[in-house]
């Protein structure tokens, strides 16, 4: 046998007194309501960390009483600072002298939840990473730092820009130079903005990325996306196959909704210009729509790389359609002001109005809508009004855009011909009709009050809901 082969044997040796658990254990490490077993003379002679907590340790210590499964550890030991599977990672490489952040793995990873991942790539593993490499310098084990170091090295190639960025933080803080030049190099190439780089790095380091830019071939006209680009610029996923890149999507469209849902238009940002994420294929509006808020919207929507009228699901609803049957004044207002198309025909040719005016129907004469769990009759009232605004605009808009010049119908001027007259028709329609909606807030409260006071009959349904009928 090879001196190298007797060294692979006792690590493996080893490997397995680490694996066997309870096996001649004299300590154990609590770590998120799990056990894991150890043997405090090899973390001793690995570790100068270890070392010095096991020579400090309180003598009168007593070892806890034994479990029902067995002989308990002379000691166990809390720990809070990291996770689970970051220490499992340390105490494989103390006993066995090899770890991989990066290894293929089928099974399921904290965080990831694409399926079939193999988890080389994805920001779970680099998120595993950047942990084990704070565990490692935390407990004094450089070699594993280094060794976490090569392995983030090569997964940052095919990372995503936010992932680089976090690398590149890291390596910043731990003072790793051949990590950092990596990952500062993939940055420049990216062609993201130094005023976008600003809002995600200190300003010192954005500086160090413009002057790679410069040193470039190209200098200038490379940082401006004509020089060598990044993989992972319009797609940091290298599709191996039609399951894996199906996967690499679902990842994708899961980090933007999580975005998404924490208000981080910014990342979305990221994800279109550095990771080339289609908006629309993700359904980005459809999903703000529904489980945003009105600025998450609007913000969206301005970023200027996502179709308002783009069409979902087997109906092709637009967003416009979500918000008519939500019946969110404000979803319909944002919409309308960013140009979604009022006359948008779903593959049943039902229309926003459509769905607003079936809503109306049922709810005057059942005072109830299916699936609606509870209706505000002025939000109805006003998506309705704020609809119907949009689509006059949109008709006259279209009949003086076919008219002759002096033909301008029953209405003579009331709107205007223009494009841009058109739309400041329409946003003005809609912040009176937002205003008349407050309004009515506040009137329907009083009349409320006033109510109670005299005990006065309630009227028809209609003429209580909608006194001013419909339009």
């Known amino acids: 046998m090879s001196s190298e082969d007797s060294l692979k044997s006792l690590s493996l040796d080893y490997l397995n007194l680490l694996i066997n658990g309870q096996a001649f254990s004299d300590v154990a490490f609590s770590v998120e309501g799990r056990l894991v077993h150890a043997h405090r003379c090899v973390l001793a002679a690995r570790s100068l960390f270890f070392r010095k907590l096991f020579c400090g340790l309180d003598p009168s210590h007593q070892p806890p009483p034994p479990t029902a499964g067995g002989r308990a550890p002379d000691l166990v030991i809390p720990v809070s600072s990291i996770r689970y599977e970051v220490l499992v990672l340390v105490l494989q490489f103390l006993y066995s002298g090899q770890a991989s ?158 975005a998404l849902d924490a208000a981080d238009i910014e990342l979305v940002k990221l994800m279109v210009m550095g990771e080339g994420l289609d908006l629309d294929d993700a359904l980005a509006v459809h999903y703000a729509v529904q489980h945003c808020g009105r600025d998450v919207v609007k913000a969206l929507l301005e970023l200027g790389a996502a179709d308002v009228n783009s069409r979902a699901g087997p109906a092709g609803k637009t967003a416009l359609h979500l918000a008519a049957e939500m019946v969110s004044p404000d979803m319909v207002s944002v919409l309308l002001d960013h140009h979604a198309d009022p006359n948008a025909r779903t593959l049943d040719g039902v229309t926003p109005l459509d769905v607003l005016r079936s809503l109306t129907s049922e709810f005057l004469f059942k005072g109830a809508v299916p699936g609606l769990t509870h209706i505000e009759p002025n939000k109805l009232r006003l998506c309705l009004e704020l609809v119907q605004s949009a689509v006059m605009v949109a008709t006259r808009d279209d009949g003086g855009a076919h008219g002759d010049a002096g033909g301008g119908g029953s209405d003579g001027g009331s709107f205007p011909r223009g494009g841009d007259a058109a739309d400041d028709s329409l946003v003005s329609l809609t912040m009176n009709s937002t205003l008349m909606y407050q309004g009515q807030e506040m009137a329907a409260a009083l009349a409320g009050d006033a109510r109670k006071g005299s005990g006065g009959g309630r009227g028809s349904p209609s003429s209580l809901y909608f006194p001013n009928g419909f339009a």
Not at 109 to 125: K, M
Not at 188 to 205: E, N, Q, T
């Open 101 to 258: 952040v990066a290894a293929p793995k089928s099974g399921p990873l904290p965080g990831c939840g694409a399926r079939g991942c193999w988890h080389t790539r994805c920001g779970a593993a680099v998120d595993l990473a950047l942990d084990t490499l704070a565990a490692a310098r935390s407990f004094g084990v450089e070699q594993l730092a280094l060794l976490v170091q090569k392995q983030l090295e090569a997964m940052v190639k095919e990372a995503s820009v936010d992932d680089v960025m976090k690398v590149l933080m890291a390596s910043r803080k731990f003072e790793m130079q051949e990590l950092w030049a990596a990952c500062s190099h993939l940055v420049a190439r990216s062609g993201l903005s130094a005023d976008l780089l600003a809002k995600h790095l200190p300003i010192d380091v954005v500086a160090k990325i413009e002057e790679i830019r410069a040193k470039s071939p190209g200098g200038a006209a490379a940082a401006g996306g004509a020089g060598p680009r990044s993989p992972f610029l319009t797609h940091h996923y290298l599709p191996i196959n039609a399951a894996s890149s199906a996967a690499d999507r679902e990842h994708r469209i899961r980090r933007m909704r999580r």
